[in-house]
């Protein structure tokens, strides 16, 4: 595995493959905690490892593990990792259409368990995920292959997933009736409007639930307030638009919904410690640690 990342991901950060929705990640050095929001995704951690930070909890993923994000999750996590040996990871898009139609054939209610699923959990892997993974990392090294069989490989890892411990985490994003999937509802609002005039109202009605108890379950999963959350989606939103475009940070600021540029420039400063033009220039010296991923329309920062 790690001689086909080597060749396949040479550069810092993401690399694209043949298959839709299914990309590389490599980091040669450690990365001290700071804040990255992911999209849903299975993380498959081929070499070195992370620490995450979710409110109280934390959480460590490694080699051979992975990672199932079932919503949109801003946390914090730090990398460690050496030129000798990088952090290698492969993201794969969170299909639910793909789990939908997975679910229709499989018993995975979960019964056992009493504790409500997490919007975010590692796994081991074992020997049937290792093996989809071993071959799905074969298959991008070849264009035809990829176009061939690489959905098909995409596909069983979805069913790896749940057939793991991950598939309660999964199968909530998906329910109507459960509070994470009511959530996802949510958080999905935020993510597509962003900029606009946005309260705990509109999302309450979104997800189907009363402002109380909304408030009381967004927190539960993600561990932050509604409009804390909002908050946070807006300042990573902004950092991507000033690496990508550069504009100023007022004029920044406006696109992602502030009325106050100073305000901005405060809230941007506390989450990211450094002000928004310090911050894009100190990135833009180290483009191992620009965390952008182009074909997403969520900011990660592996």
């Not at 991901?9 to 804040?35: E, M, N, W, Y």
């Not at 995704?41 to 930070?53: F, H, W």
């Not at 109380?212 to 946070?232: C, E, G, I, R, W």
């Not at 300042?235 to 502030?258: C, E, F, M, N, P």
């Amino acid at each position: 595995m790690i001689s086909i990342l080597t060749k396949l991901a040479q550069t810092q950060g993401f690399s694209l493959t043949h298959i839709d929705g299914v990309k590389l990640f490599r980091q040669d050095h450690s990365s001290a905690r700071r804040p990255v929001l992911y999209e849903p995704s299975i993380v498959i951690v081929c070499q070195g490892r992370k620490i995450g930070y979710l409110g109280k909890d934390t959480f460590h993923y490694g080699a051979q593990q992975f990672l199932v994000l079932s919503v949109p999750l801003p946390f914090e996590s730090e990398t460690i990792a050496t030129a000798e040996e990088p952090f290698f990871a492969i993201v794969i898009r969170l299909d639910l259409n793909i789990i939908s139609e997975l679910l229709l054939a499989l018993d995975c209610t979960q019964t056992a368990t009493l504790s409500p699923p997490k919007a975010i959990v590692s796994t081991q892997m074992n020997a049937n995920m290792l093996n989809a993974v071993d071959r799905l990392l074969t298959t991008l090294e070849s264009e035809e292959d990829s176009a061939i069989i690489g959905a098909s490989i995409v596909r069983e890892i979805h069913y790896r997933v749940l057939n793991s411990n991950q598939c309660s985490a999964v199968r909530s994003a998906l329910s109507n009736q459960n509070n994470v999937g009511k959530i996802g509802k949510a958080l999905h609002l935020i993510h597509g409007e962003f900029a606009s005039d946005i309260n705990v109202n509109i999302l309450a009605e979104q997800a189907g639930m009363s402002v109380a108890a909304f408030h009381a379950s967004f927190k539960a999963v993600t561990t932050t307030s509604p409009m804390q959350y909002l908050k946070k989606t807006r300042l990573h939103k902004a950092r991507l638009l000033l690496i990508q475009d550069g504009g100023t940070a007022s004029a920044t600021a406006a696109k992602v919904g502030y009325e106050s540029s100073s305000q901005f420039s405060r809230e941007y400063k506390r989450l990211f410690g450094r002000s928004p033009i310090d911050d894009v220039n100190e990135m833009k010296q180290s483009q191992s640690e620009l965390p952008v991923d182009p074909t997403s329309k969520y900011v990660i920062a592996q």
